[in-house]
């Protein structure tokens, strides 16, 4: 098994891809040790000592390591833990993925998908490529509510990626959004 790396640009993040499927739909998100508990991947990706966020897309796993800490240091057990983990057989995820993307009922609900669709077809596959991901979290009078992971949390350039591009987008399709807002989960 040959794992490619991909720098992004967040220099405290990697994205390896392993060539072959992670996810068979969506992403999905653990920014500490704690919430890995779903998936035998990430709980063997965070058992590298310095590895302080995992963030798995369909074809990747992004990987955030601890400030402090070179990747020269612990790039070697990533990948050893991703190849160790797909020689396992063991699934990426146990039990049942939460599907994401609730239906949106009310007065904006056209408005909100909408918003869904220019964000699954033009922005979620340009952040992918970065190793990272966007999700919607609300529409609430004309304000937009975006949550960044994987290589996107904590980037330097998020911020800019988030007003700049996708504010601007959003705003020309959907004249209704006046503005675009990062939220911590």
């Known amino acids: 098994m040959f794992i ?3 720098s992004t640009p967040n220099p405290a993040t990697l994205k390896f891809l392993p060539g072959q499927a992670v996810l068979d739909a969506g992403t999905a ?3 500490s040790p704690d919430t890995a508990g779903p ?3 990430a709980k063997r990706v965070f058992a590298v000592k310095g590895v302080a966020g995992v963030f798995f897309g369909t074809d990747f796993v992004t990987v955030t390591k ?3 800490v070179e990747w020269d240091h612990i790039k070697p057990g990533v990948l050893g833990a991703i190849m160790e983990h797909y020689q396992s057989g063991e699934p990426v995820m146990e039990g049942e993925q939460a ?3 609730a239906a949106h009922d009310g007065p904006d609900g056209e408005i909100v998908v ?3 669709e220019l964000l699954d ?3 979620r596959p340009a952040v992918a490529q970065d190793g990272g991901d966007i999700t919607f979290h609300g529409f609430d009078r004309g304000v937009v509510y975006l949550h960044m992971q994987g290589a996107c949390a904590g980037c330097p350039s998020s911020t800019l990626t988030l007003k700049m591009g996708i504010e601007n987008l959003l705003k020309h399709y959907i004249p209704e959004v006046t503005e675009v807002r990062a939220v911590a989960v």
């Open 4 to 6: 490619q790396t991909e």
């Open 29 to 31: 998100d653990f920014p």
């Open 39 to 41: 998936s035998p991947l």
């Open 66 to 68: 601890a400030e402090g």
């Open 99 to 101: 599907a994401a993307h």
């Open 114 to 116: 909408q918003i869904k």
């Open 121 to 123: 077809t033009r922005v």
